[in-house]
């Protein structure tokens, strides 16, 4: 069977990423953290940086189903964003354990939150699109987290039940081309 392409006429395909934290610190142990991160998905969603298909949250890492013509700029101003938010919120709240274990990697001033660079695949069909969307989904499910995917909060698989998600995501996929 042949499948239809995912990629828009202005050339952005879907492309499945990972985000990690630096040295995979447990970050988003709270939830708090993740709705940093939600937030800023929010922000380059409604200001046409990024389209989202699919994410989910875990405690040191984010996988994201997404595209964009300028999908790396995105990337690089998500990281950029939730770093300074994340950082400054730990400070606020006096986290210093969590701060100590990301100082260690203070470079020039800056303490990071990611690792250098991202994993990014492209998906060249919906076949392939809907196994990854499960496979992230079922992330804290593999975990012990949860025991159904819809159970975690910090995904996006409510919306493919029909249920509301804490983002919304591009579920039909035809809205892609």
């Given at each position: 069977m042949v499948q239809t392409p995912l990629?828009?006429?202005d050339g952005a395909c879907p492309r499945f990423l990972t985000?990690?934290?630096i040295?995979?610190?447990p970050v988003f142990a709270h939830p708090s953290l993740m709705y940093i991160l939600l937030d800023v998905l929010e922000f380059l969603?409604?200001?046409?940086r990024l389209r989202i298909y699919a994410y989910v949250?875990?405690?040191?890492?984010?996988?994201l189903i997404a595209s964009s013509p300028a999908l790396a700029r995105g990337i690089v101003d998500f990281k950029s964003f939730t770093t300074g938010s994340v950082v400054s919120y730990l400070e606020a709240k006096n986290?210093?354990?969590i701060l100590a274990q990301l100082e260690r990697f203070r470079v020039n001033g800056t303490v990071p939150l990611w690792q250098k660079g991202w994993r990014l695949e492209q998906i060249?069909?919906?076949g392939v699109l809907r196994l990854v969307v499960d496979r992230i989904h079922h992330n804290p499910v593999r975990k012990g987290y949860v025991d159904d995917p819809c159970r975690w909060h910090y995904s996006s698989a409510r919306n493919?039940?029909?249920q509301p998600g804490l983002l919304e995501v591009i579920t039909e996929w035809p809205r892609l081309l």
């Open positions: 990629c828009r006429t985000l990690r934290t040295d995979l610190v969603q409604k200001n046409e949250i875990m405690e040191n890492h984010i996988h986290a210093r354990g060249p069909d919906a493919y039940t029909g």
